[in-house]
C-alpha cells in the first residue's frame, strides 16, 4: 500500500512563473491537506479538501493560489505567478476520516524561487 | 478554539539521557492529541496518539507521552535518548468538532549530544 505521493520533490522556477504540485492521496483516503513549511518555522495550514469539494481554504493567500481535488486523480496545488516568499516545502497529507483521523503525509515538494 | 503550544524550541540533551518535550493544548471538546516528528528533509511520521482510550500512549522508537486533562498536557518523552532521535517535533490537536481541522504547534527541534 503506498503512502502519499507528492511530485515533484523538488521544483525550481523563476519570478512569474507557475508552480504545479501534485499529491496522490493513501489508498482509500479522501481528505486532503495541503500545509507549508517556511524555512525554520513549524507547518502552517492551507487547505483541506475532500473529492471534487474545498472545505476549508482559509489558510490559503487571497491571490494566486489555488487547490483542486478532482474526482480522478491526484490533488493540485497551483500557484501563479510565482515570487520569492513563494519558495517553502510543501507538504501534502491525507486521512481516511478527517478530523480527527490520523493524518499521512508526503515527503513534500520543495519550491525554490529565483 | 482549539491550539496547540509547544513550550520549548529547541530541546538539547545528551545521548543516553532522557527527553521531554513539552506540549499543552487548549480544546472545547475531547481531543485527540498526536505527535509527529520530522527529520530533516522529509515528511512528517506518527509517532504516536491518543484518542481517548488510555492516558498513557507508547509510540514508536521508545517513546511514549500522557495525557493530563487536568493539565491540559500531551507532553513527550523517552527515557534514554538515541543520535537517531535528533529531529523537530510537532504536537498536534483535533476534535470531531474542529469541522476536519488539525492544530500544529509550532515545533521543538531536539539535539542529540553524543
Known amino acids: 500500500n503506498a503512502g502519499v505521493m507528492q511530485n515533484p520533490r523538488h521544483l525550481v522556477r523563476r519570478r512569474g512563473q507557475e508552480a504545479r504540485l501534485r499529491c496522490s492521496p493513501m489508498?482509500?483516503?479522501?481528505?486532503v491537506y495541503w500545509y507549508r513549511q517556511l524555512p525554520e518555522e513549524g507547518l502552517k495550514f492551507m487547505v483541506y479538501?475532500?473529492?471534487?469539494?474545498?472545505?476549508?481554504e482559509s489558510g490559503m493567500p487571497k491571490e494566486r493560489f489555488s487547490a483542486e481535488f478532482p474526482k480522478e486523480g491526484p490533488s493540485i496545488l497551483r500557484i501563479q505567478q510565482v515570487v520569492r516568499g513563494d519558495s517553502a516545502a510543501y507538504f501534502c497529507?491525507?486521512?481516511?476520516?478527517?478530523?480527527?483521523?490520523?493524518?499521512?503525509f508526503g515527503e513534500g515538494s520543495r519550491l525554490t524561487v529565483l | 478554539a482549539q491550539s496547540v503550544t509547544q513550550l520549548d524550541s529547541h530541546v538539547s540533551v545528551s545521548e543516553g539521557t532522557p527527553v521531554l518535550l513539552r506540549c499543552n493544548y487548549s480544546?472545547?471538546?475531547?481531543?485527540?492529541l498526536f505527535w509527529y516528528v520530522q527529520h530533516p528533509n522529509k515528511g512528517l511520521q506518527l509517532l504516536l496518539k491518543?484518542?481517548?482510550?488510555?492516558?498513557l500512549v507508547k509510540g514508536i522508537n521508545g517513546f511514549e507521552a500522557e495525557f493530563k486533562k487536568s493539565e491540559t498536557s500531551f507532553h513527550l518523552t523517552k527515557p534514554s535518548a538515541h543520535m537517531s532521535d535528533a529531529a523537530e517535533y510537532f504536537c498536534?490537536?483535533?476534535?470531531?468538532?474542529?469541522?476536519?481541522?488539525?492544530?500544529f504547534g509550532t515545533g521543538t527541534s531536539l539535539t542529540v549530544i553524543p
Open positions: 497529507a491525507s486521512s481516511r476520516t478527517g478530523s480527527p483521523g490520523e493524518l499521512f
Open positions: 489508498k482509500g483516503h479522501s481528505h
Open positions: 479538501l475532500q473529492k471534487e469539494n474545498i472545505i476549508d
Open positions: 480544546s472545547s471538546y475531547s481531543p485527540s
Open positions: 491518543y484518542t481517548s482510550a488510555a492516558t
Open positions: 498536534v490537536v483535533s476534535d470531531i468538532n474542529t469541522g476536519n481541522q488539525f492544530y
